[in-house]
C-alpha cells in the first residue's frame, strides 16, 4: 500500500533542499509479530535501525528524544545506525554499501524516498511487511528494501541496489544487517567439514568484527547454517537469542559486528568476486534473502520461527501437503558402483517387503559410469549396463509398491565424457586453464546458454521417459576459480542453477528434489527454496549424526532433513552401533535406510520391520510438532523430542553419547508439554530388558509399564532414567491422558488412573 503522504519523490526532495524537515514527519515503522518486532525512525532522514528483538507492545514513546548521547572527540550529532550502514551518517562499523564507479572514489548518502507498509497493526490484515526506498540522487544509486516478519516470528530482509548513474557501477558488497540487544554476550555459530557438518562453537562477544566467510562456490560444508548472539550461557530453551541465516548457496560471509560505540549488529551478504557485479546504467543487483530470528526463550524458540516459516509454505512437502514424507532405501552404501540387476532387484524386494516407500537408484546409472573418474555430464542410461533402459527396475520398484528415485550432479562433468570431449569450452574456469579437481571433476559452465539448455534437456527427457518421482540432486565440489568470460562466476553460476532447478519443477512439478552436495555442503534456504529435502551428511554413523541433525535441525525441520539407518558398522568411522540407536538417529529426520538389507539375520529383520512401522506411526507427528531439546547438565546426555502443537503428544530420545560421570542418570526432564494437563510416558523402544541397550542391576521401576505425570512434573522434576550403555538411545512416547485438576500445594502430582 503505498501512501502518498508519506512518500517524498527524490526530486522533490533535492530541489526543496529539506529532506530531514519533511521527512521528520514520516511516522517510524514498526514491525510486530508473533513476539518479535522491529522499528525503524525516519526522523534523521536515513531509515535508522532502532530495535529489532522483542515484541515492545502497542505505545512508543516520542523517539525524536531517544538519541544517543554524542561523546567528546566524536561527530557532533548522534550516530546513526543505518538500514544501510554508511560512513555518511558517521558509520564507521562494517558498512553495508561498498562500490565504485570506474575505480573512484565511492560515497553514497542514503536517504529515505519513500515507505510503503502493508498488514499488521494498521491494516488489522495478516501481512506485516514494508518497502523502503532510499536513493542518493549525487551517487547514481538507490536501493529498495523489502522487510516482512512472518507468522512465527521470523524476519526476512532483503535489497535491491539501482544503478541510477549514467555509467556502469562495480559492486563490492550489499549486506542485509539488523541490530542485536545490549544484552547479547555470546556467540555461537556452526563449522564443520565432509561427514561432520553442522557443529557448534561458542565464544564470547568482543568488541570488532566475527566474520564467517563461505569461499567453496557452494554453501560449504564449514557453512555457519545460523549465526546466533545471546544473553550469558543461553541454551535450548533459556536465555535471549537474536540469530540470522543468508539463504544464499554461493559465496557468501555472515558476521556480527560489535562497535566501538557500543552498538552490535548481525548480518550477512553475498561474498562477490573482484568486478563480478558490474551494474550497467538502470541495471539492478538483488541480494539474497536474509532471515533473522529473536527467542526470549533460547535457541528452541529460533527454531519455532524457522519451522513455522517453512510449513506454512503452500509447497512445503509432507504432512501439510496430505502426503507423509515416504520412508526411503537409498541404495548407495548398500551397492556403490555395483549395479547389476539381481543385485537391484533384491534390493527393492526386501525393502519392500520392511515397509520401505521409495527406492533411490544413486550414481553409477549413466554411460560411462563404472566409478567416480568418468562419465559426469553424459545424461544417457548406459545401454551396456541397462539394455534395457531403466524401465526394468522402476517397473519392478513401482511394482513392489515403492516410488522411484535417481541420483543425478547436473552440475558437474569430468573430463573423461562425451560431453567434455565434444565441449572443452563449457568447463568452468580462469581463461586458458582449468582449475584443480576434485575427486576428479570440473564444474560445467552453466552460465553459458548452450550448457545450461543441454543439462535443462537432459534432465527434462529422463523425468519424460521414466517413471522418477524424486531426484537425488548432487554437487561434489568446491566452485573454486569460477569464471565465465573472464569475470568470475559463482554469482551467476549459482542463479543459473536456481533457475535450472525453478524449470525443471515447472515442467515437472510433481517430482520432489533433494539438496545433496558430499553430504551436507548445500543447507541454506536458498537451496530449500527449490527442493524438499537436504542430504545433511555422508556420515550415517548415528554418533556423529545426533550433533549434526541436532544442529541442522536449529533451522530445517526434520521432514527436510534426509536422515538413514546405516550398515551396522559405519562406512565412514568404522564405529559399530546396535540398530536401536541408528532407528532412533534416523527417526528425527526424513527417515530412511542406506543398507543392503538383502542378508539380514531374521531377528534383524523383524526388529527393522518394526522400527519402520514405529517411525510410520510417529511420523505425522515427527512431521508436524514443536521441536524440544532439555538444557540437560549432563554433556554424555541429550534428551530431544517433538511436541504436538496442541500438547497432546509427544515423542523424545534420550540419548547416550559418552559414558557418565555420574553412577545413573537421575531424573531427566522432559520439556514442553502442557504443564496442567497429565501424561502417560511410555519407553517404546528398545525394549527394556535389551542386554545391548542398558547397563543395571535394576531399571527404574517405571519403565516395564510406563507411568503418569503432569506436564509441569516431567519438565521441571523429570524423570529417572535407566543407566543406557555408551551410544544407545531410548524412545520415550508421550500421550495426554487428562486435563489435570490443579495440583494442591504438597499434593502429588503423579496419579494412578
Ligand atoms: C556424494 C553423495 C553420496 C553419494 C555419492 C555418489 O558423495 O553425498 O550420498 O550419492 O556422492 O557418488
Redesign the pocket.
Given at each position: 500500500m503505498n501512501n502518498p503522504d508519506l512518500t517524498l519523490a527524490a526530486e522533490t526532495r533535492s530541489v526543496l533542499g529539506v529532506p530531514d524537515l519533511l521527512l521528520s514527519d514520516l511516522e517510524p515503522l514498526y514491525l510486530r509479530r508473533s513476539g518479535t518486532s522491529l522499528l525503524i525512525d525516519f526522523s534523521t532522514g536515513e531509515a535508522a535501525l532502532l530495535h529489532f528483538g522483542a515484541d515492545l507492545g502497542p505505545a512508543l514513546p516520542d523517539l525524536s528524544l531517544l538519541g544517543d548521547a554524542v561523546p567528546h572527540s566524536a561527530f557532533d550529532v548522534p550516530v546513526t545506525l543505518g538500514l544501510i550502514p554508511q560512513a555518511s551518517s558517521g558509520w564507521r562499523g562494517r558498512p553495508g554499501l561498498r562500490g565504485h564507479r570506474n575505480g573512484q572514489a565511492f560515497s553514497a548518502r542514503l536517504r529515505v524516498v519513500s515507505v510503503e507498509r502493508s498488514g499488521g497493526e494498521r491494516s488489522g490484515g495478516e501481512a506485516c511487511s514494508a518497502v523502503i526506498t532510499q536513493s542518493d540522487p549525487e551517487a547514481g544509486v538507490s536501493v529498495r528494501t523489502e522487510i516482512k516478519i512472518n507468522d512465527g516470528g521470523l524476519l526476512q530482509l532483503r535489497h535491491r541496489l539501482d544503478n541510477d548513474g549514467a555509467g556502469p557501477y562495480s559492486l563490492d558488497e550489499l549486506a542485509a544487517v539488523l541490530p542485536v540487544g545490549r544484552a547479547a554476550t555470546e556467540i555461537l555459530d556452526l563449522t564443520g567439514r565432509w561427514c561432520r557438518e553442522s557443529h557448534p562453537q561458542r565464544q564470547p562477544l568482543h568488541q570488532g568484527t566475527w566474520v564467517r566467510s563461505g569461499r567453496h562456490g557452494r554453501t560449504g560444508h564449514d557453512a555457519s547454517l545460523l549465526l546466533a548472539a545471546g544473553t550469558p550461557g543461553f541454551g535450548n530453551r533459556h536465555g535471549q537469542v537474536w540469530a540470522v541465516h543468508l539463504g544464499w548457496s554461493g559465496n557468501h560471509e555472515s558476521f556480527v559486528d560489535a562497535a566501538a560505540d557500543g552498538r552490535t549488529v548481525m548480518g550477512a551478504s553475498e561474498l562477490l568476486g573482484a568486478g563480478e557485479i558490474s551494474l550497467a546504467a538502470n541495471a539492478s543487483y538483488e541480494t539474497p534473502w536474509l532471515f533473522a530470528a529473536y527467542s526470549a526463550a533460547g535457541l528452541d524458540g529460533i527454531s519455532d520461527a524457522f519451522y513455522t516459516w517453512f510449513r506454512g509454505r503452500p509447497h512445503h512437502p509432507g504432512v501439510q501437503s496430505g502426503k507423509a514424507r515416504p520412508v526411503v532405501l537409498?541404495v548407495?552404501e548398500a551397492v556403490y558402483f555395483d549395479h547389476r540387476m539381481p543385485v537391484l532387484l533384491d534390493l527393492a524386494e526386501s525393502a519392500a517387503r520392511l515397509g520401505v516407500e521409495r527406492y533411490v537408484l544413486?550414481?553409477?546409472w549413466f554411460r560411462g559410469r563404472r566409478n567416480?573418474q568418468a562419465g559426469l555430464g553424459d545424461w544417457y542410461v548406459d545401454e551396456d549396463l541397462w539394455p534395457g533402459g531403466l524401465a526394468p527396475l522402476i517397473d519392478a520398484v513401482t511394482g513392489h509398491g515403492m516410488e522411484f528415485g535417481l541420483?543425478v550432479?547436473p552440475e558437474m562433468v569430468n573430463e573423461d565424457s562425451d560431453l567434455a570431449r565434444a565441449h572443452p569450452d563449457w568447463i568452468a574456469g580462469p581463461a586458458g586453464r582449468l582449475p584443480e579437481r576434485w575427486r576428479h571433476q570440473q564444474v560445467l559452465d552453466l552460465v553459458n546458454p548452450e550448457a545450461w539448455q543441454y543439462i535443462f534437456d537432459r534432465l527434462d527427457a529422463l523425468l519424460s521417459e521414466y517413471r522418477i518421482s524424486y531426484l537425488?540432486w548432487?554437487q561434489?565440489r568446491d566452485l573454486t576459480e569460477m569464471g565465465h568470460a573472464g569475470r568470475p562466476s559463482v554469482h551467476a553460476q549459482t542463479r543459473a542453477v536456481y533457475r535450472l532447478l525453478d524449470e525443471l519443477r515447472l515442467a515437472h512439478p510433481d517430482v520432489e528434489i533433494e539438496s545433496?552436495?558430499?553430504?551436507g555442503a548445500r543447507v541454506d534456504l536458498g537451496i530449500l527454496e527449490r527442493t524438499d529435502r537436504i542430504?545433511a551428511s555422508?556420515c550415517n554413523d548415528a554418533l556423529e549424526r545426533q550433533t549434526i541433525q541436532r544442529w541442522t535441525g536449529m533451522v530445517v525441520p526434520p521432514e527436510l532433513v534426509g536422515s538413514h539407518i546405516g550398515p551396522t558398522t559405519s562406512h565412514t568411522t568404522a564405529r559399530t552401533h546396535d540398530l536401536s540407536f541408528r532407528a532412533i538417529t534416523a527417526m528425527f529426520g526424513h527417515f530412511g535406510l542406506e543398507w543392503d538389507v538383502r542378508h539380514l539375520a531374521d531377528s534383524e529383520r523383524t526388529e527393522l520391520a518394526g522400527a519402520i512401522a514405529l517411525f510410520k506411526q510417529y511420523r505425522p507427528l515427527l512431521h508436524s510438532g514443536r521441536m524440544v531439546r532439555a538444557d540437560e547438565p549432563d554433556p554424555a546426555l541429550r534428551l530431544h523430542g517433538v511436541v504436538s502443537h496442541d500438547g497432546g503428544e509427544a515423542l523424545y530420545a534420550l540419548v547416550s553419547l559418552a559414558t557418565s560421570f555420574a553412577e545413573v542418570p537421575g531424573r531427566v526432564c522432559l520439556p514442553g508439554l502442557l504443564p496442567d494437563a497429565a501424561y502417560r510416558v511410555e519407553a517404546v523402544y528398545p525394549a527394556a530388558d535389551d542386554r545391548r541397550a542398558f547397563l543395571q542391576a535394576v531399571p527404574p521401576a517405571w519403565l516395564a509399564g510406563g507411568v503418569e505425570a503432569t506436564g509441569r512434573f516431567l519438565a521441571e522434576s523429570g524423570l529417572p532414567m535407566p543407566v543406557l550403555n555408551p551410544e544407545h538411545g531410548l524412545l520415550l512416547a508421550v500421550r495426554r491422558v487428562t486435563a489435570a485438576a490443579p495440583a494442591a500445594a504438597g499434593g502429588h502430582p503423579v496419579r494412578k488412573s
Open positions: 537409498n548407495w544413486d550414481d553409477g567416480d541420483w550432479e537425488k548432487d561434489n545433496c552436495s558430499s553430504g542430504w555422508d
